[in-house]
């Protein structure tokens, strides 16, 4: 079946810009996670989702993230004013539900800001 | 200091050696232990589950927890070209409700035929 995908898979944005990366997670899971993966810094967890809603968004960096979750299905990440330590590849996974589940990822999302 | 230490190598070793791959961390309330296996351009997947301590073997792959010493292991035997890929440590506390997933840095190992 189809694994959780995302897009663009690789985005170069100019310093100060909007992105909007898109996540479209396992049909059924009603858990979703944003990771970003740094070069030398392992996964860092962002936010999850269970269903619509958000529980955990205490690792959002700064007010200039933020995330939101339609029809407890695809997820938007959206990144406001762009600085270059935003660069990073963005991950995403679902699971199905229970906080224990197995997390399936994304193939994610490759952001540079120049 | 990171809650979960690891080496990011690259450890490099022929085909057919057996790999010892590692973590260590600093938070005792850690109570289940994942390994996940990620290739070049690709998310990370799922290779070995445990809670608590003891060990657990599927296949080529052993993982191994030792509380006491608040370290883990992965061994895999009779490594192959295709094991070449980073291997990331994750761990998460056993309280209720939802505990985010906390990862190492991830190790590259190299697989030489």
């Known amino acids: 079946g189809a694994g959780v995908s995302q897009s663009p898979s690789n985005k170069v944005t100019e310093k100060g810009k909007d992105v909007e990366l898109r996540c479209d997670p396992i049909?059924?899971?009603?858990?979703l996670y944003w990771y970003r993966q740094s070069l030398g810094q392992g996964l860092e967890f962002l936010i999850y989702?269970?269903?619509?809603?958000?529980?955990?968004k205490s690792g959002l960096p700064s007010d200039r993230f933020s995330a939101e979750r339609t029809g407890g299905s695809v997820s938007t990440l959206t990144i406001q004013r762009t600085q270059q330590e935003d660069s990073a590849v963005y991950l995403c996974?679902?699971?199905?539900?229970?906080?224990?589940?197995?997390?399936?990822f994304g193939p994610g999302t490759r952001l540079l800001v120049l | 200091q990171k809650e979960v230490e690891q080496d990011p190598g690259p450890l490099s070793v022929p085909e057919g050696a057996i790999v010892s791959l590692n973590c260590t961390y600093s938070?005792?309330?850690?109570?289940?232990f994942m390994w996940y296996r990620q290739y070049s351009r690709k998310g990370p997947e799922l290779l070995m589950y445990?809670?608590?301590?003891g060990n657990k073997e599927d296949g080529r792959f052993t993982a191994q927890v030792d509380k006491s010493s608040k370290y883990i292991s992965l061994f895999i035997r009779d490594s192959q070209p295709s094991d070449s890929a980073t291997y990331l440590c994750?761990?998460?506390?056993?309280?209720?409700?939802?505990?985010?997933?906390?990862f190492g840095t991830g190790t590259r190992l190299l697989v030489s035929p």
């Open positions: 996974a679902s699971s199905l539900g229970g906080v224990g589940e197995t997390q399936y």
């Open positions: 049909s059924g899971h009603t858990a």
């Open positions: 989702f269970q269903g619509n809603s958000a529980p955990d």
């Open positions: 938070n005792s309330a850690f109570q289940y």
């Open positions: 445990t809670y608590s301590s």
């Open positions: 994750a761990m998460r506390k056993g309280v209720s409700g939802f505990q985010k997933l906390v």
